[in-house]
C-alpha cells in the first residue's frame, strides 16, 4: 500500500494494484477499481513514484 494525503490533510493508505487511473485536472485524482475516487494533494508523478518504491521494496523483501 501507498501512503497518500487527501486535500482536507487526512492520511490514507491506498492498495496500488487497485488504481484504475490518475487523473490531474488541475487537482490529482485517484479513480479505484471499485469506481470511488479521492482526491490527493499529491501530484500523478510523485503516485507513480511511490508506486515504483513500494513494488521494488516487494521485490527485494523477496530475495
Known amino acids: 500500500m ?4 487527501k486535500v482536507d490533510g487526512r492520511a490514507i493508505a491506498v492498495n496500488e494494484d487497485f488504481i ?10 485517484i479513480t479505484m477499481q471499485s469506481g ?3 482526491v490527493v494533494k499529491e501530484n500523478m508523478e510523485e503516485i507513480i513514484l511511490l508506486i515504483k518504491q513500494f513494488k521494488k521494496s ?3 523483501d523477496t530475495n
Open 58 to 60: 516487494c521485490i527485494s
Open 36 to 38: 470511488r475516487a479521492f
Open 2 to 5: 501507498i501512503k497518500l494525503t
Open 20 to 29: 484504475e487511473n490518475i487523473a490531474s485536472a488541475p487537482d490529482t485524482i
